[in-house]
Each structure stands twice: as structure tokens, then as C-alpha cells.
């Protein structure tokens, strides 16, 4: 007697413990569908959230009527989800798992309940018919999940080994031109960041195929030590160079170091001393700069050299061999570049890209942390020879017709765009493509030159033997959304109907894809101007159009609704969706506003960032991994900002705990009317998931020739992401946020990192389909690179992590290739 009572007292305890459990959801989801009825939204959340609290307290009273109302709770829950969502597996998660689990909460307290006037035994049937029906719709519906994993494990596709490629198209220099430069290629070598300065990231080895890639061996690691001590934004982005038989990379803090390329083994390290103060974005040195004096001895000391870019902005040339500072190259072998710019704090001027090289010119440029101060660093691209480090020229658009340092006393005109980014150049056209970043600040233009309003995000050519502008293109007309352009513009022969011309291909943040002839700047591609939305805090300086391009395939995703909003539970999707109406949002370039927050979709990491593209010249295969995210974005009135001591980085007293800096939810925009909070990725403040329904990132394949997508599909796995930071360890396709480029390989492969799960791929260029990974230890935010040494083709890749893609941060590059035959 005494064990019966204490089974049934547990099991009326464990239905007490339900119903408080399904109360305590029932009431927020019931209030809040009120709230969202009242907004203009769903009406489903309100009778759900009746339906969980009547379950609730029919439970409390022990009636076997809350199975009843639950069943239609749940049953209406299925016809609401599928009406709204379909059988998208992701857009269910939120609509039907929860609920489902709660099902199965209200099944396991029928011991506890009264059998009323029901048979209890029809009650139990009943339910357990309904669930399995409920389970089978939820496993319909995560349908397009279970693709993604076949997907995922599919086998290789056998296809034959492809030919030997020829070597890159080029456009012959004139007859008449002695080139006194030296242009390197890919192959054996990986001389600049993007295989060349022309950034196809192309190699013609095939020695790696569809066949073999799945052989790959880690063959050697090496570890700077550059690792974030206390609350340094670590996350370097190297792309290594490699000329003959040595591999050149930069770390976190730029210490340059040469290595054995086919074994890893140690050279030399030059350490520039770079301090922690200076880091700006973060601690990130994408690249350095492989240069051949062709008019020197080959035994002189620097014949071959290269030159890095540090975060407090000097630029240092080393010769290959040695190590040493080139003694004929600046001040013993380094280049102040704070010259001209002027008093700033540390880290605000903060190059974090390699130079580009054009006809033996250094064309730099450097960051310039967003969102502190309309008075920021001027962003004056200048061109330094790349023998002697003197200045050349520079391109000041606040100074129209001078192109030399500005006058004693006098500095580059301050908060002007900037090229953060790595530029292309072409020697034979003696022309480099700056991608031109945004004016300081990013979210308000009421002050802005005519000259930023031209080239502010804009694609801008420059005689680099004058630093005159040749020609240029502007992306976004009076850019308020930190669009500016990213990545690397790629260099290729493009066909059109009249033969093949060359062409820049300019990846933008709207995932979009500007194709111009690069001597010229004329379109080839046909780009029309669309009414852009109006209103927010500056409606009479919004340009009325914005430039779409039309007759070659964009990555723009379709405008977000709220049945687009997402989450761990139906509570969180709720929140979301609450979140979607009360925000302004017209589509793409909803204007910034300060009287309620606006959704800013895409998101200012793209689209395409700093990856840029790949393309394969031979096949004509353009490869583009891109993001898909919102920000939810809010201008803040100034004196608000004040108030709450939000300062720039300029200030005496500025402390960067506040929170006021480029990563900070909140950054002053100082002199100007407003500040900015920026919710990047738009995330759910309970779970720390994102609002938007998967998936966040992609990538595809586009054919140059025909200008179709052969593939577009979700990259990156939920291996590393769950709610409340938890990974989930899921090998499922989610579709992550990814930054970094790919290599592709004349095999038909290309290598990629990039997404938030650290793991390096290898897939099929013609097909999409993965067909090897390899676990990184730490984030892979760096586009890898492939070259020849020893006899075998080598991937290498740096991981280093990024500390706003939330990655792991990490000191490591590593290089993997086929294992050697035995002879």
C-alpha cells in the first residue's frame, strides 16, 4: 500500500512540476501574441499561449481534460506551422520541436490524472496517435535537413583527371613597353596574396584531384606565439607568399618569419615590436608584399625583399635571405606612414593589409577603426617605390590636382573613405583597383565633400605611375550603411559577345557583382538604377536610386518577412518577431533611423567581405562564398550618447571596456548628430541565436560564360554554434557566417575554411559536393593557398581565428599534401 502511494504522490508531484513548467511559458507566449496582434502580426501566438495555460491549470486540477486541449493546442500548432513555413526543415525547429517536447511533458503525466468521463485507456491511444503523427510531420519537415547531411557524405563523383591548364590569360603589354617589373605567377609559387596581384586565386596544379584529396596528410605546423594575453581582439587572416623554396608569413603582431615551404622548417623571424596598444579592428596581418629588384645584383643584400605593413602603421621591407632590414629602403628599412596623417591615438590608423604591387610601386592603404569620430585619419592611398620607399605619389581627394605630401604643417584631409581592403593591380595598364571604403562615420553623411560622395564605396582606378584616377564606378550612392567594398577585385579576361576583355570583378557587401572593363570602367555587365527606399534621419540627401546589376547572377537572398524570423523555441521566435515589426524595414537600404531601430538586410559583413572571389580562367568558373544576415541597427541622439559616457577612441579619457570601440554595441560617431548601435547578425538576446531562420551563409558556383549558377547551396556546419554558446556537434549543413576566400585548383577543387565550424573543405568545382574536410585547431578565417615544393602540391592555411566571427583564436598554419611514394 505504503509503494503505491508513494508512485502515485511522485507522479502527481512530476504533473505539478508539468503544468508549472508549461505555465511559465504559456503566460509570456500569450502576452506577447497579444503584443504582436497589436503590432500587425501572427495571431497564432495568442490562442497557443491560451491553450498552454489552460493545459496548465487543468493539469494543476489533475484532469485528463488537459490532454484534450493540449492535442488541439498541438494539432493547430501543425496546420499553422506548415501553412506558414511549408517543409522547410530549418523554419520548423522553432515551430514544432518545442511544442512536440511538450507533448510528450503532457503524455507522461496521464498516471497523475483523473479518467473523468473518458475511458483513460481511448485518451492514451488517441495521443499516442497524434504524436506519432506530430513526430512524422516534424520528420517530413526537417526533409530538407537530412539532404543537406546526404549531401554532406556523398560520394565522389568520378570524373577523369583534368588536363594540364594553360598558364593565365594576360593582355600583352604594347609592342613598344620594356617592362623594367618582374610579374610573377602561380604554379610552383604563391607570390602575393591573391596568387597574384591580378587575385584570381588560381593555380594551375593538379597533382591533388577528385580522386586523391581525400589522401591528404598534415605534413608540417608552425606557431608564432602570437596569442592575445588579456582582452586583445586576436585574429590574424594571413595568407602566407611563397617564392622558390621559401614561404613568407606575417603574424598577429606582424613578425614576419620565412620558412622551408616544403618542410615547415625555420628560417629566420623579424619582430617589428609591435605593441598591443596600437591594434585597431583586431590584431590581423592578411599579407605581405614579394618583390625582385630587376635592376639589382642577385647576390646584393634585398635584391628579392618583403614588405609588411604594421598595426602602428609602418611599412618594413626585408631581404629574403637574411632577415635584415633593407638598409637603402626608407629609414633603414622602414617608412613611417603616420607622416601627413597627423596626431591620431593608437590603433585608430591601423593597416592591416599588405600593399599592393604595380610596376614596381607600393600602393597602400590602412584601416581606420569605424564609428569613433568624423575627425579620422585621412583615408590618402599612396604609392611608395618599392626600391627606395620614397613617396611617389599621393591621391588625396580632399586636395584635387595634388598628388605630393601635403604642405609643413598641414595633413591628408581627415575622415575621408579609406581602403581597408587589399587592392589588384594590372602592370601591363599600369592601373590599381582600390575598393574604397566609407567616409568616417559610417551611419551619417550630412557633412560629406562632394569629393566622398563620389568615391566613397566605389571602385576607383589609378595611374600608378601618377596616382591620378583613371576612372571609377561607385556601388552605392551616399552609402549610411557601412557597405563599403571588402573584398579584393579579381582580374580576369571576361567573355562577352564581341570576344573576351579584360575585366575587374568587384564582389560587393549587397552579394552582387560589379563587372567593369578594368581599362576603361565601362560596365559590362548591364547595371540599372532602381527607386531605393526613403525617409529616416536624412531624406533629403538619400539618393532616390541605387544600382542593381541585371544580367548576371546576384546572391541577394529575398527581402525578410515575418515568418523569416527564427529561434531556439516558439518563444524566442516570438521575441523576434515582436522585434520585426516594432523596426523600420523597406528591403535593402532601409535608411538609418533614430526614432524606432531599423533591419538592415544584408548585414555589413556581406554578402562578400574580405574573402573576395576565385575564379578558374580555364573554365571559366567563378567561385563566391557569401553571408546572409541582418543587423538590427538604431541611430542614438547625441546627448544620449554623452550621457552615457560613450566616447571616441581620440578622447583623453577614452577606455575601451565601454564598449565604445569598433566592436562595441554602442559607437559615439563623434561631431556628428548621432551614434549608432549596431545588433551584428541580429541575435536573440535569451539563446544567442540569430533571428533569421538558417541559413546564414553560402556559397556558389557562377559560369562566366553563360552567367548561370551552377550551384548555390548553405556552407558551413552547426558543428560549433548552439544556443547560449553550447556547440551542438550537429555535422548538418546549417549555413553559417563565414569570412576568407577559397583557392581553386586547375583539379577541379577548391579550398576553403572561411565558416564558423574551423573545419577546411575541399569541393568539387563543378558540382558543389564536398569531398574532403580536415578539422582546424583553430578558426579559419584566412583564405588557404597551393604551391609546389619538393615534388608535392601543398594547401596551407593559417588558423588563426576571429574574435567577432567568435572562433577560436589561434597561432597555427598548417600545410597538408599527398603522402609521398616510397621508391
Given at each position: 500500500?505504503?509503494?503505491?502511494?508513494?508512485?502515485?504522490?511522485a507522479?502527481?508531484?512530476w504533473?505539478?512540476?508539468?503544468?508549472?513548467?508549461?505555465?511559465?511559458?504559456?503566460l509570456?507566449?500569450?502576452?506577447?501574441?497579444?503584443?504582436?496582434?497589436?503590432?500587425?502580426?501572427?495571431?497564432?501566438?495568442?490562442?497557443?499561449?491560451?491553450?498552454?495555460?489552460?493545459?496548465?491549470?487543468?493539469?494543476?486540477r489533475?484532469?485528463?481534460?488537459?490532454?484534450?486541449?493540449?492535442l488541439?493546442?498541438?494539432?493547430?500548432?501543425?496546420?499553422?506551422?506548415?501553412?506558414?513555413?511549408?517543409?522547410?526543415?530549418w523554419?520548423?525547429?522553432?515551430?514544432?520541436?518545442a511544442?512536440?517536447?511538450?507533448?510528450?511533458?503532457?503524455?507522461t503525466?496521464?498516471?497523475?490524472?483523473?479518467?473523468?468521463?473518458?475511458?483513460?485507456?481511448?485518451?492514451?491511444a488517441?495521443?499516442a496517435?497524434?504524436?506519432?503523427?506530430?513526430?512524422?510531420?516534424?520528420?517530413?519537415?526537417?526533409?530538407?535537413?537530412?539532404?543537406?547531411?546526404?549531401?554532406?557524405?556523398?560520394p565522389?563523383?568520378e570524373?577523369?583527371?583534368?588536363?594540364?591548364?594553360?598558364?593565365?590569360?594576360?593582355?600583352?603589354?604594347?609592342?613598344?613597353?620594356?617592362?623594367?617589373?618582374?610579374?610573377?605567377?602561380?604554379?610552383?609559387?604563391?607570390?602575393?596574396?591573391?596568387?597574384?596581384h591580378?587575385?584570381?586565386?588560381?593555380?594551375?596544379?593538379?597533382?591533388?584531384t577528385?580522386?586523391?584529396?581525400?589522401?591528404?596528410?598534415?605534413?608540417?605546423?608552425?606557431?608564432?606565439?602570437?596569442?592575445?594575453?588579456?582582452?586583445?581582439?586576436?585574429?590574424?587572416?594571413?595568407t602566407?607568399?611563397?617564392?622558390?623554396?621559401?614561404?613568407?608569413?606575417?603574424?598577429?603582431?606582424?613578425?614576419?618569419?620565412?620558412?622551408?615551404?616544403?618542410?615547415?622548417?625555420?628560417f629566420?623571424?623579424?619582430?617589428?615590436?609591435?605593441?598591443?596598444?596600437?591594434?585597431?579592428?583586431?590584431?590581423?596581418?592578411?599579407?605581405?608584399?614579394?618583390?625582385?629588384?630587376?635592376?639589382?645584383?642577385?647576390?646584393?643584400?634585398?635584391?628579392?625583399?618583403?614588405?609588411?605593413?604594421?598595426?602602428?602603421?609602418?611599412?618594413?621591407a626585408l631581404?629574403?635571405?637574411?632577415?635584415?632590414?633593407c638598409?637603402?629602403?626608407?629609414?633603414?628599412?622602414?617608412?613611417?606612414?603616420?607622416?601627413?596623417?597627423?596626431d591620431?591615438?593608437?590603433?585608430f590608423?591601423?593597416p592591416?593589409?599588405?600593399?599592393?604591387?604595380?610596376?614596381?610601386?607600393?600602393?597602400?592603404?590602412?584601416?581606420?577603426?569605424d564609428?569613433?569620430?568624423?575627425?579620422?585619419?585621412s583615408?590618402?592611398?599612396?604609392?611608395?617605390?618599392?626600391?627606395?620607399?620614397?613617396?611617389?605619389?599621393?591621391?588625396?581627394?580632399?586636395?584635387?590636382?595634388?598628388?605630393?605630401?601635403?604642405?609643413?604643417?598641414e595633413?591628408?584631409?581627415?575622415?575621408?573613405?579609406?581602403?581597408?581592403?587589399?587592392?589588384?593591380?594590372?602592370?601591363?595598364?599600369?592601373?590599381?583597383?582600390?575598393?574604397?571604403?566609407?567616409?568616417?562615420?559610417?551611419?551619417?553623411?550630412?557633412?560629406?565633400?562632394?569629393?566622398?560622395?563620389?568615391?566613397?564605396?566605389a571602385?576607383?582606378?589609378?595611374?600608378?605611375?601618377?596616382?591620378?584616377?583613371?576612372?571609377?564606378?561607385?556601388?552605392?550612392?551616399?552609402?549610411?550603411?557601412?557597405?563599403?567594398?571588402?573584398?579584393?577585385?579579381?582580374?580576369?579576361?571576361?567573355?562577352?559577345?564581341?570576344?573576351?576583355?579584360?575585366?575587374?570583378?568587384?564582389?560587393s557587401?549587397?552579394?552582387?557583382?560589379?563587372?567593369l572593363?578594368r581599362?576603361?570602367?565601362?560596365?559590362?555587365?548591364?547595371?540599372?538604377?532602381?527607386?531605393?527606399?526613403?525617409?529616416?534621419?536624412?531624406?533629403?540627401?538619400?539618393?532616390?536610386?541605387?544600382?542593381?546589376?541585371?544580367d548576371?547572377?546576384?546572391?541577394?537572398?529575398?527581402?525578410?518577412?515575418?515568418?523569416?524570423m527564427?529561434g531556439?523555441?516558439?518563444?524566442d521566435?516570438?521575441?523576434?518577431?515582436?522585434?520585426?515589426?516594432?523596426?523600420?524595414?523597406?528591403?535593402?537600404?532601409?535608411?538609418?533611423?533614430?526614432?524606432?531601430?531599423?533591419?538592415?538586410?544584408?548585414?555589413?559583413?556581406?554578402?562578400?567581405?574580405?574573402g573576395?572571389?576565385?575564379?578558374?580562367?580555364?573554365?571559366?568558373?567563378?567561385?563566391?562564398?557569401?553571408?546572409?544576415?541582418?543587423n538590427?541597427?538604431?541611430?542614438?541622439p547625441?546627448?544620449?550618447?554623452?550621457?552615457?559616457?560613450v566616447?571616441?577612441?581620440?578622447?583623453?579619457?577614452?577606455?575601451?571596456?565601454?564598449?565604445?570601440?569598433?566592436?562595441?554595441?554602442?559607437?559615439p560617431?563623434?561631431?556628428?548628430?548621432?551614434?549608432?548601435?549596431?545588433?551584428?547578425?541580429w541575435?536573440?538576446?535569451f539563446?544567442?541565436?540569430?533571428?533569421?531562420?538558417?541559413?546564414?551563409?553560402?556559397?556558389?558556383?557562377?559560369?562566366?560564360?553563360?552567367?548561370?549558377?551552377?550551384?548555390?547551396?548553405?556552407f558551413?556546419?552547426?558543428?560549433?554554434?548552439g544556443?547560449?554558446g553550447?556547440?551542438?556537434m550537429?555535422?548538418?549543413?546549417?549555413?553559417?557566417?563565414?569570412?576568407?576566400?577559397?583557392?581553386?585548383?586547375?583539379?577541379?577543387?577548391?579550398?576553403?575554411?572561411?565558416?564558423?565550424?574551423?573545419?577546411?573543405?575541399?569541393?568539387?568545382?563543378?558540382?558543389?559536393?564536398?569531398?574532403?574536410?580536415?578539422?582546424?585547431?583553430?578558426?579559419?578565417?584566412a583564405?588557404?593557398?597551393?604551391?609546389?615544393?619538393?615534388?608535392?602540391?601543398?594547401?596551407?592555411?593559417n588558423?588563426?581565428?576571429?574574435?567577432?566571427?567568435?572562433?577560436?583564436?589561434?597561432?597555427?598554419?598548417?600545410?597538408?599534401a599527398?603522402?609521398?611514394?616510397v621508391?
Amino acid at each position: 500500500m505504503a509503494r503505491g502511494e508513494n508512485a502515485r504522490g511522485a507522479a502527481f508531484w512530476w504533473a505539478m512540476l508539468v503544468a508549472t513548467i508549461i505555465l511559465v511559458f504559456g503566460l509570456p507566449i500569450a502576452a506577447g501574441g497579444v503584443w504582436l496582434i497589436a503590432l500587425g502580426g501572427s495571431w497564432y501566438y495568442l490562442p497557443a499561449g491560451i491553450g498552454l495555460l489552460a493545459t496548465a491549470i487543468l493539469l494543476y486540477r489533475r484532469s485528463s481534460a488537459a490532454i484534450w486541449v493540449y492535442l488541439a493546442t498541438f494539432i493547430g500548432t501543425l496546420i499553422w506551422a506548415l501553412w506558414e513555413a511549408g517543409f522547410n526543415g530549418w523554419a520548423q525547429v522553432p515551430r514544432l520541436v518545442a511544442p512536440s517536447v511538450v507533448l510528450i511533458l503532457v503524455l507522461t503525466t496521464l498516471p497523475a490524472l483523473r479518467k473523468g468521463d473518458w475511458p483513460l485507456r481511448r485518451s492514451m491511444a488517441a495521443a499516442a496517435v497524434t504524436i506519432v503523427a506530430g513526430l512524422g510531420v516534424v520528420g517530413i519537415s526537417q526533409s530538407g535537413v537530412g539532404r543537406l547531411m546526404a549531401q554532406e557524405n556523398a560520394p565522389v563523383i568520378e570524373t577523369p583527371p583534368a588536363e594540364p591548364a594553360p598558364a593565365l590569360p594576360d593582355i600583352a603589354p604594347p609592342a613598344a613597353a620594356t617592362p623594367t617589373y618582374v610579374t610573377l605567377e602561380t604554379g610552383v609559387d604563391w607570390p602575393a596574396y591573391g596568387g597574384t596581384h591580378k587575385a584570381t586565386r588560381y593555380s594551375p596544379l593538379e597533382q591533388i584531384t577528385r580522386e586523391n584529396v581525400d589522401q591528404l596528410e598534415q605534413i608540417w605546423e608552425f606557431r608564432t606565439g602570437d596569442l592575445p594575453t588579456d582582452d586583445e581582439a586576436f585574429g590574424n587572416q594571413n595568407t602566407p607568399v611563397k617564392v622558390g623554396d621559401r614561404l613568407y608569413l606575417c603574424s598577429a603582431l606582424n613578425k614576419i618569419t620565412a620558412l622551408d615551404a616544403a618542410t615547415g622548417t625555420q628560417f629566420w623571424t623579424y619582430d617589428p615590436v609591435v605593441s598591443t596598444d596600437a591594434i585597431g579592428y583586431n590584431a590581423s596581418c592578411r599579407g605581405l608584399v614579394y618583390f625582385e629588384d630587376p635592376t639589382a645584383p642577385a647576390d646584393q643584400l634585398c635584391a628579392t625583399r618583403v614588405v609588411n605593413l604594421t598595426h602602428d602603421a609602418r611599412m618594413i621591407a626585408l631581404d629574403t635571405e637574411t632577415g635584415q632590414p633593407c638598409p637603402d629602403f626608407g629609414n633603414g628599412g622602414i617608412v613611417n606612414l603616420l607622416e601627413g596623417i597627423g596626431d591620431t591615438a593608437p590603433g585608430f590608423y591601423a593597416p592591416t593589409s599588405p600593399p599592393t604591387l604595380v610596376r614596381d610601386v607600393l600602393v597602400v592603404g590602412s584601416q581606420v577603426s569605424d564609428g569613433q569620430t568624423r575627425e579620422a585619419p585621412s583615408g590618402v592611398i599612396r604609392g611608395y617605390s618599392a626600391v627606395t620607399g620614397e613617396l611617389e605619389w599621393a591621391w588625396d581627394m580632399g586636395r584635387p590636382g595634388e598628388t605630393g605630401a601635403p604642405p609643413e604643417g598641414e595633413v591628408y584631409t581627415p575622415g575621408t573613405p579609406n581602403v581597408w581592403t587589399i587592392a589588384s593591380g594590372d602592370d601591363e595598364l599600369g592601373l590599381v583597383y582600390l575598393p574604397m571604403g566609407n567616409s568616417a562615420v559610417d551611419y551619417w553623411g550630412g557633412d560629406r565633400s562632394e569629393a566622398e560622395n563620389t568615391y566613397s564605396t566605389a571602385i576607383v582606378a589609378l595611374d600608378v605611375e601618377t596616382g591620378e584616377v583613371r576612372w571609377h564606378y561607385q556601388t552605392v550612392h551616399y552609402d549610411v550603411w557601412d557597405y563599403d567594398l571588402g573584398g579584393q577585385g579579381t582580374l580576369v579576361d571576361f567573355p562577352t559577345p564581341d570576344g573576351p576583355v579584360p575585366a575587374i570583378i568587384m564582389p560587393s557587401k549587397q552579394a552582387q557583382f560589379y563587372i567593369l572593363n578594368r581599362e576603361t570602367g565601362e560596365p559590362l555587365v548591364t547595371i540599372e538604377e532602381r527607386p531605393a527606399p526613403q525617409g529616416g534621419v536624412e531624406p533629403e540627401r538619400l539618393s532616390p536610386t541605387q544600382p542593381y546589376v541585371t544580367d548576371f547572377p546576384n546572391l541577394l537572398k529575398p527581402e525578410l518577412t515575418e515568418a523569416d524570423m527564427w529561434g531556439a523555441t516558439p518563444l524566442d521566435q516570438l521575441w523576434c518577431r515582436i522585434q520585426f515589426h516594432q523596426a523600420s524595414y523597406a528591403g535593402v537600404y532601409t535608411p538609418p533611423t533614430v526614432d524606432q531601430p531599423w533591419i538592415q538586410f544584408p548585414g555589413y559583413n556581406g554578402g562578400s567581405d574580405w574573402g573576395g572571389v576565385a575564379v578558374d580562367p580555364t573554365k571559366g568558373i567563378m567561385i563566391a562564398n557569401y553571408n546572409n544576415m541582418p543587423n538590427y541597427n538604431q541611430l542614438v541622439p547625441r546627448e544620449e550618447v554623452d550621457a552615457l559616457g560613450v566616447l571616441p577612441i581620440t578622447d583623453p579619457n577614452y577606455d575601451p571596456d565601454t564598449g565604445s570601440g569598433s566592436h562595441g554595441s554602442l559607437s559615439p560617431q563623434a561631431l556628428t548628430p548621432y551614434g549608432i548601435r549596431v545588433n551584428a547578425g541580429w541575435r536573440v538576446p535569451f539563446t544567442g541565436l540569430l533571428c533569421k531562420e538558417p541559413p546564414y551563409g553560402g556559397i556558389a558556383a557562377i559560369d562566366l560564360n553563360t552567367r548561370q549558377v551552377l550551384w548555390d547551396r548553405p556552407f558551413g556546419s552547426a558543428r560549433k554554434n548552439g544556443p547560449f554558446g553550447i556547440p551542438s556537434m550537429l555535422p548538418v549543413d546549417i549555413g553559417t557566417p563565414n569570412n576568407g576566400g577559397g583557392v581553386i585548383t586547375a583539379s577541379g577543387l577548391f579550398f576553403i575554411a572561411a565558416a564558423t565550424d574551423d573545419i577546411l573543405r575541399a569541393i568539387d568545382i563543378e558540382t558543389g559536393e564536398e569531398v574532403w574536410q580536415v578539422v582546424l585547431p583553430a578558426g579559419g578565417q584566412a583564405t588557404p593557398m597551393t604551391y609546389e615544393a619538393g615534388g608535392r602540391q601543398i594547401v596551407a592555411i593559417n588558423a588563426g581565428g576571429h574574435d567577432f566571427m567568435e572562433t577560436p583564436i589561434g597561432d597555427y598554419f598548417i600545410a597538408y599534401a599527398l603522402p609521398q611514394q616510397v621508391e
